[in-house]
């Protein structure tokens, strides 16, 4: 299914739901009038009230990529200017990237647990960002676990390791702090800590039940009103007594046993523990749902399609009847005193960056340079003089006078 048609099933679903067809989409009034509201998002094009929260589902599905669906990730955006990444699983930054959001905003991220389905595009966040504008380092919140070597601090610096000749390269070509990452590592352990207090936004953590120690779930607060984020997690005492009645209650619900065997190669004796023994099956999603009975509730983690949809659906049926969505990727809920309202994002599948206000600064002196001389020395001199003429222009429209590379370059072939 594509974006278009997702966003297409969801505008039909409001149509029929609503019980009143001639009402759909408001009243065409001429051929060439403004058309009406088409009951999807285009990312861009709404301002978010002061006393507004909203969601956008860049990701979430399996741990096994699927073009159509990317591993777990929220966006999470408050009516004071905030954006929020609650996961940021493999395949979702190309979903993020394409809301054209600039990547300066685009700079704190809140990890449930370490697993690669939760946090696999960080990669393409951190160099993407770099990359194309973002002045700031990333920040990263994320849990502790039983040892240091099981922390998000010891993942983090890490990754960084992992990504070294990267890192190194980038730092002279471009600048050093983009590519630095602030770590925020907390006690696992504590329910209803606070992780994050700023700007009239407060984001606790709550400790979540899943494969080993460490995992948490995020609860959001702005404007007096609620989101809890589960990240992965077995049923747990913690999420019932923290979640009852907040606005938006996103828990993961897993495929069930028989859909693992069938579609996902697992055998019988893992499918039904993968499913209820260290994730949740939709069976219980209704339980806890119908029992902290949220304004509206979300159900993702799964691979969400015409083979599969309607067995979690009745799963989670048997034991929840109050507000649900189903989430697929781009889904999109704005979040109000009043209404929470599910959508579908309709963006690009072409994006490109876009301008905040900040400016990334130009390179640092003093950083060493990473190519040896015996490198540089093989470039190819009729090549770089065949573009000079063409970045000339370019010199004379920016003024880059002073900053022309070329003559260094060129001397070493004299
Ligand atoms: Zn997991
Ligand atoms: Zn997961």
């Not at 955006?77 to 300066?104: C, Q, R, V």
């Not at 194309?132 to 983090?156: C, D, F, H, I």
């Not at 963006?347 to 490198?375: H, I």
Request: aromatic share 12%; charged share 20%.
């Amino acid at each position: 299914m594509t974006k278009l048609e997702s966003g297409l099933m969801s505008l039909f679903a409001c149509v029929i739901f609503s019980g009143n067809l001639f009402a759909a989409g408001g009243t065409v009034t001429s051929p060439t009038s403004i058309a009406p509201d088409r009951y999807v998002y285009y990312p861009g094009t709404e301002e978010l009230s002061k006393d507004e929260i909203r969601v956008i589902a860049c990701g979430t599905g399996l741990p096994a990529a699927r073009r159509g669906q990317a591993a777990t990730c929220f966006l999470i955006e408050t009516g004071n200017g905030d954006k929020f990444l609650f996961d940021i699983g493999t395949g979702s930054m190309a979903n993020i990237a394409s809301l054209m959001i600039p990547y300066e905003y685009l700079d704190k991220v809140f990890l449930s647990h370490l697993h690669t389905d939760h946090m696999g595009d960080l990669l393409g966040l951190w160099a993407g960002g770099w990359t194309s504008g973002r002045p700031n380092a990333l920040r990263v919140w994320g849990p502790s676990g039983q040892t240091e070597e099981m922390g998000t601090k010891y993942a983090m610096d890490h990754f960084l390791k992992f990504v070294n000749w990267d890192k190194v390269t980038r730092e002279y070509k471009i600048t050093p702090i983009p590519g630095q990452i602030e770590t925020t590592e907390f006690d696992y352990r504590i329910p209803d800590q606070v992780v994050y207090q700023e700007n009239g936004v407060t984001i606790r953590s709550y400790p979540a039940i899943h494969t080993g120690d460490g995992p948490v779930s995020y609860k959001l607060e702005y404007a007096g009103m609620s989101v809890l984020f589960s990240g992965d997690t077995v049923p747990n005492k913690w999420f019932i007594e923290y979640g009852t009645g907040v606005d938006l209650a996103i828990h993961e619900a897993f495929q069930t046993p028989e859909q693992l065997v069938k579609y996902y190669n697992q055998a019988p004796q893992l499918a039904w523990r993968a499913c209820c023994e260290f994730h949740t099956s939709p069976e219980a999603f209704g339980k806890i749902m119908s029992t902290i009975k949220p304004r509206h509730a979300v159900a993702f983690h799964f691979f969400n399609e015409e083979g599969t949809r309607y067995g979690m659906y009745e799963g989670i049926r048997s034991t929840y009847d109050g507000p649900l969505s189903m989430a697929v990727d781009m889904m999109v809920w704005n979040i109000t005193k009043e209404s929470i309202v599910e959508r579908m994002a309709v963006s690009t599948e072409d994006a490109w960056s876009v301008p905040g206000t900040a400016v990334q600064p130009p390179p640092q002196k003093g950083v060493p340079n990473p190519m040896s001389k015996e490198m540089d020395n093989g470039r190819w001199l009729p090549a770089f003089r065949a573009q000079d003429k063409m970045l000339d222009k370019h010199m004379e429209k920016y003024n880059l006078g002073e900053q022309d590379w070329r003559p260094k370059m060129y001397e070493q072939f004299e």
